[in-house]
């Protein structure tokens, strides 16, 4: 069975904290007080900070922006054969929140991309994260 | 060719790291020419901290080629796949393998993750070239290049297969301790002429700030078969950037970085020309770039920031005289701009 995309965030997210630490602190603070909620083929889950990176299985509760997306979109995005903004025009990504919060959301995962193509471990979660349904 | 290469292009991270590990990098650099294709290989050694805090050699191994469009791979592998011979003169990287050999050059890439695989003898036909310590942002790199070697093998991406014969290619080999991100950009091109019997083969480089409002040096090298015809040094030298090539990057590597790069702005120029003269020689080339790849590297400066290293195709006509020699020739260019 496919590790869940929650799951593999988690480990991505542990891994941040300990290989690059300094990149991990301006994804939390990126993320400030927002939270996060992400649908990936109906898997439920929420990202939040504070003193550290949590993701958090199940609804949100409170969420602040919410993305809608699936497994081989994340995958499209992140082999380059679409672009964020054709994603979200094309609906494979979708974004609800206020102005405020989608822009923080983007500007978080545009820090944790920054933090990941400089972690070492990070290669092999994507290719976990192949190794689900498409 | 004598045993030249063998003796002057080891390689140098074994020796230098040991010493000074914090910032140092080096690559063997490929380009090989075949009339409609490129290919672009790249071996690197990069000093990283490892998780535990220590610092490691980082190997990657870059396969690009040019067909229609860039396509290709970077592939990042642990240390303990890195494997440099006693001799110094052989980097195994997972199952590739890059062999200095006196006369020149075997390339094996093994990248079975990504469907590229091939064998490649870059025999030299012309002599190196040292540039020793040159200034980049803080640091310091040096490079030697061979302007022109014979290229011979095969190489298979995803199910194209492309065979080389008795093709054109060059070479440089790079080291030194800087930051990517640094207050540095470069512009690096190789000119070679579409066949083989043309004897005039070009190299270029030209070293700036970060925002390329100074150029901090530059230089046009040019050989004749195997011999250098004319150095022209930096104040010998003019160059111009006009317009913006209009077109997005064919590829980048590794693809997430497109996430954080954006999609279609391009700071490459529509062409690049370079005039030089110096005692009685005359050499005029223009570079008009037909497409590009980017390949992203994070700034060692800002964590908030990337490198991109545009690596163009196109055609280039070259005119002059050298000598009393006329040069007059249209052959393919491969010029790599990294703009900060």
Redesign the interface.
């Known amino acids: 069975m496919a590790e869940h995309v929650s799951s593999l965030l988690r480990r991505s997210v542990g891994h941040l904290e ?2 690059v630490p ?2 991990y602190r ?1 994804v939390l603070e990126a993320l400030g007080p927002l939270v996060v909620e992400v649908d990936v083929d109906g898997e439920l889950f929420a990202l939040r900070g504070g003193r550290r990176l949590e993701v958090a299985d199940g609804p949100a509760g409170v969420a602040g922006a919410r993305i809608t997306t699936s497994r081989a979109a994340i995958l499209d ?4 054969k679409v ?3 054709e994603a979200v025009q094309a609906g494979t990504v979708g974004v609800q929140g206020s102005l405020d919060d989608v822009l923080r959301a983007h500007d978080t ?3 944790y ?6 972690a ?2 990070q ?1 092999g979660l ?1 290719e976990a994260l192949r190794t689900g349904p498409p | 060719m004598t045993a030249v290469l063998a003796r002057s292009d080891f390689i140098r991270a074994p020796l230098l790291v040991a010493a000074r590990p914090a910032g140092f990098k080096e690559w063997y650099h490929f380009v090989v020419h075949r009339p409609g294709w490129r290919l672009l290989v790249n071996f690197s050694l990069t000093s990283e901290a490892s ?1 535990a805090g220590s610092p490691q050699l ?1 190997p990657r191994v870059i396969v690009i080629a040019h067909d229609q469009q860039w396509t290709g791979a970077i592939e ?1 592998f ?1 240390d303990s796949e890195l494997d440099v011979s006693a001799d110094l003169g052989v980097m195994t990287v997972g199952g590739n393998r890059m062999t200095v050999r006196p006369d020149g050059y075997r390339v094996v890439i093994d990248l079975p993750g990504h469907d590229v695989r091939g064998e490649l003898d870059l025999t030299s036909v012309s002599r190196p070239f040292a540039v020793n310590n040159q200034p980049v942002g803080d640091g310091r790199v040096s490079w030697l290049f061979v302007p022109r070697l014979r290229a011979d093998g095969w190489l298979r991406i995803g199910r194209q297969e492309i065979r080389l014969e008795g093709n054109v290619a060059y070479h440089d080999h790079n080291w030194g301790r800087f930051s990517w991100g640094g207050d540095f950009g470069w512009t690096w091109g190789t000119i070679l002429p579409s066949g083989p019997d043309d004897p005039w083969s070009l190299v270029f480089q030209q070293m700036t700030d970060r925002r390329r409002l100074r150029c901090l040096y530059q230089a046009l090298w040019v050989w004749r078969h195997d011999e250098p015809a004319a150095i022209f040094p930096p104040a010998a030298v003019q160059t111009g950037f006009r317009g913006m090539l209009g077109r997005a990057a064919d ?2 590597l ?7 790069l ?2 279609e702005a391009s700071d490459v120029p529509e062409r690049i020309e370079i005039a030089a003269t110096r005692a009685g020689d005359v050499v005029h080339a223009e570079f008009r770039p037909q497409s590009y790849a980017r390949l992203a590297r ?1 700034s060692e400066v800002h ?4 490198v991109v290293l545009c690596e163009t195709n196109g055609t280039a006509r070259v005119t002059g005289t050298i000598n009393g020699e006329n040069i007059d020739f249209v052959g393919a260019g491969v010029f790599e701009l990294l703009n900060g």
Request: glycine share 4%; aromatic share 0%.
């Open positions: 300990d290989e300094d990149s301006l995005l992140l082999d380059a672009a964020l903004d995962l545009l820090a991309v920054h933090a990941a193509v400089r070492p471990s290669p994507l | 998780r980082t990042r642990d590829c980048t590794p693809p997430p970085m497109r996430l954080v954006g999609g994070p964590l908030d920031r990337s």
